[in-house]
């Protein structure tokens, strides 16, 4: 007899569970469910966000393999021969409901035999075996931006050592703990409605969440704080076999690409040969397994980010090392942690200010001594080996995923079939210019510069990224050569930005151009921030576009001299404006 399957997804939601050994947490029918299941330790996301992250739990693919679904938000072209986990359980004769979140980053859509908020195994026509799963948004980013009543008190919460200690953040952190406290109790509602069906003993339950946290350095970030997410799979005797023994806590490095083939397993389906993942049913865990995470555009703000996480080290690359991690994005600063913490920056109160000047390179972190991650251990003699070994994991992995995020934003060559052609996108001779970005070293310069003559624009894109990292002096004239030749946009812009010349960026930024070029180009004016911008941005302030809206806003303000953390950059009366974002989505 074939398993049912409940699947409860809380979204944004951290494992802050007793059963993780949070001691604020009030989760008892989450330490249950771990209790008489599996409890995954080290359970990561492929992304820290939502959209891509989401592509990846429905297709078992990598949202960095199928661009654009690498980045927050857009709409990658379903390929003819992707079958998603629901389609494929349904043709094994299961009845298929999703409740009520969708957000795949894709033209993915009637895969289901009922997506609403009316949507529950309750509904299926006969006894057929059902997946049923149910999305917990009131664990979403979103809740932080209100208070209720606290039910841990603000002083008594231990706040990670990256973050100041001020009012506004610990009141969010004991928000999120009231809103997880929320949520175990959908949990158990869920749970008692299936005791009264009478289905306890033949339903398989997974919990997890989409990604990491909500609270500042956490969704969005390659951190754990952004990626660890918790993983609980209760099977019935019955379905005992399938899994390690009820109370087992395992230690090795998983990813949540692992649940959609997990599903078709447990389904008795074949495992389609582009899942990338393996199934967690009848699964030795290696203590050496390894969990990918990246990131690209998040809303208005570009960055790429790559990481690998082991069970106790986690290492990152950042390829856009001369941004910081503390760009301004006007869906985040709702939240009052981001705006306290961004003015005690401004007043100067900081001990550590790491989050807003550009980034290394190159992170390495032990988790196991240092769980907020704030020791950078990249470079240090004594972690070579760690550093050495995960680095050549993370570059094997980029060619095997065929990592489309090198790719500029719209770019013909995006996609998985598009990218796979011949000649279209040559990653491994990208990789020899990019993998140099990171490394910030004086001495790549001969690199760049030779890769500006490349006959693939995206090589020279990430030469002129390359040069615009070291900004070195004596190289203006070959730029103003590039400026004048060059036609790809996503070359100008970083030679322009490496100039400080705005004229080629006012140009860029304008409404002739596509989406990802002007916001490209808008980032880059951020980044100069000059007055004789005023007319492009007020242009770009006032446009349709959420993204390019939040940008220009949040760069006028800066012009005017009259930014704050709490200047409303991010406009709620038009989150669902007709041109400004996909319909039926939410951040």
Not at 295 to 317: A, G, H, L, Q
Not at 417 to 422: F, K, L, N
């Amino acid at each position: 007899m074939r398993p049912n399957i409940l699947w409860i997804v809380s979204e944004d939601c951290p494992p802050r569970f007793g059963c993780y050994g949070d001691p604020h947490a009030a989760t008892p029918h989450l330490d249950a469910l771990a209790a008489g299941g599996v409890l995954f330790e080290h359970a990561y996301s492929t992304a820290p966000v939502c959209a891509p992250s989401r592509f990846a739990m429905i297709t078992g693919i990598a949202p960095e393999s199928h661009a654009p679904a690498n980045h927050m938000r857009a709409l990658a072209a379903r390929p003819p021969w992707l079958r998603t986990y629901p389609e494929i359980l349904r043709d094994l004769g299961y009845y298929c409901t999703n409740n009520a979140k969708t957000d795949y980053n894709a033209d993915i859509d009637g895969i289901w035999d009922e997506s609403s908020r009316q949507a529950h195994w309750r509904g299926r026509p006969d006894v057929s075996p059902f997946l049923a799963v149910f999305n917990y948004d009131g664990t979403h980013e979103s809740a932080v931006f209100a208070r209720d009543p606290f039910l841990v008190d603000p002083a008594e919460i231990r706040l990670p050592a990256y973050l100041p200690d001020t009012r506004d953040l610990r009141e969010d952190f004991a928000q999120y703990y009231r809103n997880i406290a929320d949520m175990d109790a959908f949990v158990g509602r869920l749970l008692g409605q299936l005791e009264e069906d009478g289905l306890r003993d033949s339903t398989i339950v997974i919990h997890t969440s989409d990604h990491g946290g909500v609270n500042p350095r956490s969704k969005r970030f390659c951190y754990d704080e952004g990626l660890h997410v918790p993983l609980i799979i209760s099977a019935p005797g019955r379905y005992g076999r399938l899994f390690p023994d009820p109370g087992t806590r395992v230690g090795a490095a998983v990813s949540t690409i692992r649940i959609p083939p997990t599903l078709v397993d447990l389904a008795g389906g074949e495992v389609s040969p582009y899942m990338q993942g393996r199934s967690l049913a009848r699964c030795a865990f290696d203590p050496g397994e390894l969990a990918f995470g990246m990131r690209n555009r998040m809303d208005e703000r570009y960055d790429m980010i790559r990481t690998v996480r082991d069970s106790r080290y986690r290492y990152i690359r950042n390829y856009h090392p001369h941004r910081p991690y503390g760009q301004h994005q006007g869906f985040a600063w709702l939240a009052a942690g981001y705006r306290s913490w961004e003015a005690e920056h401004l007043a100067g109160r900081l001990s550590d200010d790491a989050f807003w000047r550009p980034k290394p390179g190159v992170e390495l972190y032990d988790t196991a001594s240092d769980p907020d991650e704030v020791r950078n251990l990249a470079g240090e003699a004594a972690y070579a080996d760690v550093e050495e070994r995960l680095s050549r994991a993370l570059r094997d992995h980029l060619i095997e995923v065929h990592d489309n995020g090198f790719l500029p934003e719209g770019s013909p060559a995006e996609g998985y079939d598009p990218s796979r052609r011949p000649g279209a996108y040559p990653l491994a001779r990208i990789l020899e210019v990019a993998d140099a970005v990171p490394r910030r070293d004086p001495a790549e310069l001969p690199r760049f510069l030779l890769a500006l003559d490349d006959p693939d624009g995206t090589v020279r894109r990430w030469g002129a990224l390359g040069i615009l990292v070291l900004k070195p002096l004596g190289v203006e004239a070959r730029l103003r050569r590039v400026l004048e030749s060059e036609s790809d946009p996503f070359v100008v812009i970083p030679c322009a930005e490496t100039l400080g010349d705005v004229g080629p960026l006012i140009s860029l930024a304008g409404p002739d151009h596509p989406r990802a070029v002007r916001l490209e180009a808008l980032n880059a004016l951020t980044a100069l921030a000059d007055e004789s911008t005023r007319e492009v941005v007020a242009a770009a302030a006032a446009d349709d576009d959420e993204y390019i809206r939040g940008a220009g806003r949040y760069l006028l303000f800066q012009l005017d001299g009259s930014y704050t953390p709490a200047s409303r950059v991010f406009q709620w009366e038009r989150l669902r404006s007709p041109k400004g974002r996909e319909p039926g989505t939410t951040k």
